[in-house]
C-alpha cells in the first residue's frame, strides 16, 4: 500500500490561493491519486482525483507531476468556508474496494 | 439518491452493553467501508466488503466488533461487549467500482458512539 506524507496543518487568508503537497513515493503503476474534505461533524468528501499530469474541476486542481510520486491540490482564491481537513488517498484501478487507508490530513484553515 | 445512511446518529451506552450500527449503502455500490475516526487516531479502516463478501478485517481491533453485510443494501458492525475506548465516530462509506475506474468514496453522516 502506497504511504501518505502530508503537512499537519496550513493557514492562509480569504482569497489566497492555498497549494496542499502530498508525498507518495512507492505508488503503484494502476494507482489513481484522490483527495477528500472533511467538515467538524461531517464524512470526508470527495474533491478531485487524478492519475497524472493536471486535473481541474469546479472546486479544485489537482498537479501530478511525471514520476507521480506526489502530488498538490490547489485550491484557488479559499474562503472561510474552506476551513476543513483535506486527506489524500492513493489507491488502484481495480481496487474491487480495496484498502483504501487515511493519512494524518492537512488541517487547512482559512482566517479572514 | 440519498446518499449513505447511517444510524443512529448518536448512541450513549454504558460499559458492557452491546452496541450495534447500522448502514445502507448507495444503491448500486458494490463496495462497503467501516472507518472509525478519533482524535488521537484518525480515521482508521476497520473493515471493508467487496459484492457483501468481507476483504479485509485487518482493521477490526478486537473479537469484540464483528461487521455483517448480509445484502447489498445493509450493512451492521457490532460491539460485544462495549468499552469506554470504543467511544469515537463510525463512518460507513460506499463505492462503486468497476473496470478502469479508480475507487471513489460516498461517506454516511456517521454514528457518534458514547461509552460511559
Known amino acids: 500500500l502506497a504511504k501518505t506524507t502530508q503537512p499537519i496543518s496550513m493557514d492562509s487568508y480569504e482569497g489566497q490561493e492555498v497549494n496542499i503537497t502530498c508525498s507518495h513515493n512507492n505508488i503503484a503503476t494502476n494507482d489513481y491519486i484522490t483527495w477528500y474534505q472533511q467538515f467538524p461533524s461531517q464524512g470526508p468528501r470527495f474533491i478531485i482525483q487524478g492519475y497524472k499530469t493536471k486535473v481541474t474541476n469546479e472546486v479544485a486542481s489537482l498537479f501530478i507531476p511525471a514520476d507521480r510520486k506526489s502530488s498538490t491540490l490547489s485550491l484557488p482564491r479559499v474562503s472561510l468556508s474552506d476551513t476543513a481537513v483535506y486527506y489524500c488517498?492513493?489507491?488502484?484501478?481495480?481496487?474491487?474496494?480495496?484498502?483504501?487507508?487515511f493519512g494524518q490530513g492537512t488541517e487547512l484553515s482559512v482566517k479572514p | 439518491d440519498a446518499g449513505v445512511i447511517q444510524s443512529p446518529r448518536h448512541e450513549v451506552t454504558e460499559m458492557g452493553q452491546e452496541v450495534t450500527l447500522r448502514c445502507k449503502p448507495i444503491s448500486g455500490h458494490n463496495s462497503l467501508f467501516w472507518y472509525r475516526q478519533t482524535m488521537m487516531r484518525g480515521l482508521e479502516l476497520l473493515i471493508y466488503?467487496?459484492?457483501?463478501?468481507?476483504?479485509?478485517d485487518s482493521g477490526m481491533p478486537e473479537d469484540r466488533f464483528s461487521a455483517k453485510m448480509p445484502n447489498a443494501s445493509f450493512s451492521t458492525l457490532k460491539i460485544q461487549p462495549s468499552e469506554p475506548r470504543d467511544s469515537a465516530v463510525y463512518f460507513c462509506?460506499?463505492?462503486?467500482?468497476?473496470?478502469?475506474?479508480?475507487?471513489?468514496?460516498?461517506f454516511g453522516a456517521g454514528s457518534r458512539l458514547t461509552v460511559l
Open positions: 462509506a460506499s463505492s462503486l467500482v468497476v473496470p478502469s475506474s479508480a475507487n471513489v468514496l460516498t
Open positions: 488517498l492513493v489507491g488502484g484501478v481495480y481496487n474491487q474496494g480495496g484498502k483504501l487507508i
Open positions: 466488503f467487496n459484492n457483501n463478501v468481507p476483504i479485509d
